[in-house]
C-alpha cells in the first residue's frame, strides 16, 4: 500500500450507506473523490489520450523487450492500461455509490472493461516458470521469499514482472483493480499445488476473498490442484521464517487448511513475538485488532 493511501481516511461502507440515504448517490460520488490525490483523475484521462507522453512509455517499452514481448502487444498492452485507468475513477463512484458490500464494491471495480480486455490480450503470459504457483499476504516481501523457496507469485510471471516494475498513477485506487482482474487470471492458471505464504491474515483481502475462492473453482475441475499454507514470521534480523505446530521458527512449514494455517500464525504472534522486533511489529498489532474485534482479546 503507497504512503499517499494509507495517509487518507479509509471509507467506511456503512457511514456512505448513511451519507447516500440522506444526500444521494451525487454526495457520495463527491466524498469518494475527495478521497483521492488531487489531479489524478486529470492526469489519467492526459495519460490515455496520449499514451506515449506518460513518463514511463520508454520504461515499459525496454523491460517489455527485454522480456520477449513483440511491439504490437507492448503498444496494445499499454494502451489498456492506461485506457483502464482512466476509466476507473468513475467505476470507483459507482461502487461506493451502488454497493454497500466490500465484495460487491470490489466486483464492480474489476468490471473496468480496458481490464478485463488487457487480461484477455495477455492471459498467455501470465504462465508460471516453475512447477508451483505462490499467492501471499503481508507485504511484496512475502513474495520475494516465495520466490526464493521455488514458487512462482504473479509478480514473476513475464507481464506481471514488467508490471510491478512501474507506477502508472499516484493514485493506488485506479491501479489496484487491474492487479484485482489479473491475480484472478493468474489463479485460473493453475495446474498444480498452490502454495500460499501468509505473513498477515485478513478475511476480506483479496487474497482470502477473491484468489482463494477462484482456486477452489479451479479444484474442483482439477484435483491436481491443491492449497499449500505457510505462516510466515518475520525474525528480529529481517528473514522471513516459517512457523511449525510447536511454535518454532524453521524454514519450511506447511499445512493444509488454511485455518490450521492461521492458528499456528495466530499463536506465535500471541505466544512467542518479542516487542522489540519492529519487523513483526504490525502483524502483530494487526492480529491483536482483529481478536479483540471478534471479542477475543489476548
Not at 483479496?206 to 491436481?224: C, G, H, K, S, T
Not at 519450511?252 to 490450521?260: C, G, I, T, V
Not at 492458528?263 to 491483536?288: C, F, G, I, T
Request: charged share 20%; proline share 6%; with cysteine.
Amino acid at each position: 500500500m503507497g504512503p499517499g493511501l494509507a495517509a487518507r481516511q479509509v471509507p467506511d461502507p456503512a457511514g456512505l450507506v448513511a451519507l447516500q440515504r440522506t444526500a444521494g448517490n451525487a454526495a457520495v460520488t463527491r466524498w469518494v473523490q475527495r478521497q483521492e490525490i488531487p489531479g489524478a483523475r486529470e492526469a489519467a484521462q492526459r495519460n490515455a489520450a496520449d499514451p506515449t507522453g506518460h513518463g514511463e512509455w520508454g520504461t515499459f517499452c525496454q523491460t517489455m523487450a527485454e522480456a520477449g514481448f513483440p511491439d504490437s502487444v507492448t503498444d496494445a498492452a499499454w494502451q489498456l492500461i492506461l485506457g483502464g485507468i482512466a476509466e476507473q475513477g468513475p467505476l470507483n463512484d459507482e461502487a461506493m455509490a451502488m454497493f454497500s458490500e466490500r465484495q460487491e464494491q470490489r466486483d464492480h471495480r474489476a468490471s473496468n472493461t480496458w481490464y478485463q480486455e488487457l487480461v484477455q490480450f495477455i492471459g498467455d503470459y501470465l504462465e508460471i516458470d516453475r512447477p508451483t504457483m505462490a499467492l501471499w499476504s503481508g507485504g511484496i516481501d512475502t513474495s520475494v521469499y516465495a520466490r526464493s523457496k521455488g514458487h512462482t507469485p504473479l509478480e514473476s510471471t513475464p507481464f506481471g514482472g514488467v508490471v510491478d516494475k512501474l507506477s502508472l498513477t499516484e493514485e493506488w485506487k485506479f491501479k489496484t483493480p487491474m492487479w484485482n482482474v489479473l491475480s484472478k487470471a493468474f489463479v485460473n492458471r493453475a495446474r498444480g499445488p498452490v502454495h500460499i505464504f501468509l505473513r498477515a491474515y485478513n478475511p476480506d483481502s483479496v487474497l482470502i476473498a477473491q484468489e482463494v475462492p477462484q482456486l477452489r473453482v479451479v479444484m474442483a475441475l482439477n484435483p491436481d490442484v491443491k492449497l499449500v499454507w505457510h505462516p510466515v514470521y518475520t525474525a528480529a534480523d529481517g528473514k522471513l521464517m516459517e512457523v511449525t505446530k510447536k511454535l518454532e521458527l524453521t524454514t519450511d512449514a506447511s499445512y493444509s487448511s488454511r485455518d490450521e494455517c492461521v492458528q499456528v500464525l495466530y499463536d506465535y504472534l500471541r505466544l512467542k513475538h518479542d516487542p522489540a522486533n519492529a519487523n513483526s511489529e504490525r502483524a502483530h498489532a494487526e492480529m491483536s485488532a482483529r481478536l479483540k474485534a471478534n471479542g477475543n482479546p489476548q
